[in-house]
């Protein structure tokens, strides 16, 4: 991570001579370090030919953005992990970039994805990776632990406020890593939908905890449709507190002005 965090430091102390330059790197960065419309895309093709009963095409789309097996997933099993992925790489590949770019700019977001990259190839805890990759994954919790939370507010004020906050409060602590059970039990509630349950990883099943507050436990291809209109209203929100945070020093002066 930090040679390439080192690089991005030299290139923007290089090219803050000149503001264009500065912000067109800065602009071209950013959008090479979120993931927003690959995310969206992944899910649409999961959620097409889900709804039109073609599992083999859906269990192909799905096995391109989850670790799990899924040569045996049935429609509900596909459902859920489309629709766990997108939530909880709503807060990895968007909202958690966007975050670092804000606070540090061009090393910020080169920094954070690098460890998140990292994390994606070697934070397994299984025999080849369990020493190696430690670190990775656990730079990944680090940076991502107030994008997180912050990802996890925005799910529940873009969808059912009360339900994402309630189950945020109950669930948050179930899941296995620090950041990614508080934004999928917010996001799950947020839509209506229940998430988790078990899965089978590397040919061995795994017990997992049921995010979400609703009784039906059978998601289907509406809600992946249901979690990418969820993530792009908590990048509106986003964007509006953001404009609203750039704004606020010169509609201040303006007040003190008049």
């Avoid at 629709?83 to 670092?100: K, M, P, Q, R, Y």
């Avoid at 919790?141 to 109950?170: E, H, Q």
């Amino acid at each position: 991570m930090l040679p390439i965090t080192f690089v991005a430091c030299v290139l923007v102390d290089i090219l803050a001579l000149n503001i264009w330059f500065e912000t067109l790197i800065g602009a071209a960065v950013l959008y090479l370090g979120i993931g927003w419309q690959s995310l969206l895309s992944h899910g649409r093709a999961i959620a097409g030919p889900l709804g039109q009963g073609d599992m083999d095409g859906a269990r192909q789309a799905v096995s391109m953005i989850v670790s799990r097996d899924t040569s045996e997933l049935d429609e509900t099993a596909i459902a859920t992990a489309a629709t766990e992925s997108v939530l909880e790489n709503g807060a990895d590949a968007i909202f958690a970039a966007i975050f670092w770019f804000c606070l540090l700019g061009v090393p910020g977001v080169v920094m954070y994805r690098m460890s998140n990259t990292l994390d994606a190839m070697w934070g397994y805890k299984n025999r080849r990776y369990l020493k190696f990759g430690w670190a990775a994954a656990r730079a990944d919790d680090v940076l991502n632990f107030i994008p997180a939370r912050l990802t996890a507010l925005s799910y529940c004020l873009a969808g059912k406020m009360s339900a994402g906050f309630k189950a945020w409060k109950r669930q948050r602590g179930n899941w296995k890593s620090p950041n990614a059970g508080l934004v999928m039990s917010s996001g799950a509630a947020a839509i209506g939908v229940k998430l988790g349950g078990g899965a089978v990883y590397h040919g061995k099943w795994q017990d997992r905890p049921v995010l979400g507050l609703v009784e039906d436990p059978t998601p289907k291809a509406r809600d992946i449709e249901a979690a990418c209109r969820l993530v792009n209203k908590a990048i509106l929100c986003w964007y509006l507190v953001i404009a609203a945070l750039a704004m606020a020093p010169s509609l201040w002066l303006t007040v003190r002005l008049m």
